[in-house]
């Protein structure tokens, strides 16, 4: 437990029941190898995410009163994806505070984010249960949501999947179709990987928690794979 004193202290954090910071740091596959540990944090990213989902929404709506629902929509989901809570999960320091099965100490890459993002909406979720929604908001405030005014700065709140369509079309004359290729995981917590294809050939891939996600992952990938 001495670790996650630490690994709070590295946060900047104070957590009353410990148990709930080492809950929220521990992946599934570390339960296979250690029989003494007691949860995983798939419990805790669920409520997490509902915190995340709030905290941002409320955000925005208050910073920026004169944007529209779609606006701030996509502002929204350009701030709570995979891509950009894992970034500031590897910012905290995170990634070495996971407690992970050798085989999932092994991976890169966009197989780690996933973990990371998870592990990061786990934290949130351990957070609010400890110290309430305010605590849970400040946190999200104070490391999450300085990145919007780059995300805003370079566009990249734009939907992938109708960016690339446009440029497919202007630049090849074809659609892009997408074909999901695999299914992961519980039904609780399922994980897609989808192709996006101009005519019969694979252009890039994307995962995501829903296939919508795995699509815009996928179409951000073609984007940047073509440099388009």
Do not use: C
């Amino acid at each position: 437990m001495s670790d996650f004193i630490r690994h709070a202290d590295t946060l900047g954090l104070r957590f009353t029941n410990l148990k709930l910071l080492e809950e929220a740091f521990t992946h599934r596959s570390y339960l296979n190898e250690n029989k003494s540990a007691e949860a995983h944090n798939e419990r805790l990213e669920f409520l997490g995410d509902a915190v995340l989902e709030l905290s941002a929404t409320h955000f925005l709506f208050y910073t920026y009163p004169d944007k529209s629902e779609g606006d701030l929509t996509a502002y929204r989901a350009a701030l709570v994806n995979t891509y950009s809570i894992a970034e500031v999960a590897e910012a905290l320091g995170i990634n070495d505070m996971l407690l992970l099965s050798k085989g999932e100490k092994r991976d890169t890459g966009r197989a780690r984010q996933i973990i990371l993002a998870n592990a990061f909406e786990a934290l949130v979720g351990a957070l609010y249960l400890d110290q309430g929604y305010d605590a849970a908001d400040a946190f999200l405030n104070k490391h999450l949501y300085p990145k919007l005014d780059g995300i805003i700065a370079a566009r990249s709140y734009q939907d992938a999947k109708s960016k690339f369509q446009e440029t497919a079309q202007d630049k090849k004359g074809i659609t892009p179709n997408y074909k999901t290729i695999r299914e992961d995981g519980p039904d609780h917590d399922r994980e897609f990987t989808v192709g996006v294809y101009l005519e019969e050939k694979e252009i890039a891939r994307g995962i995501g928690k829903s296939k919508q996600e795995a699509e815009q992952a996928a179409a951000q990938n073609a984007l940047e794979k073509t440099n388009w």
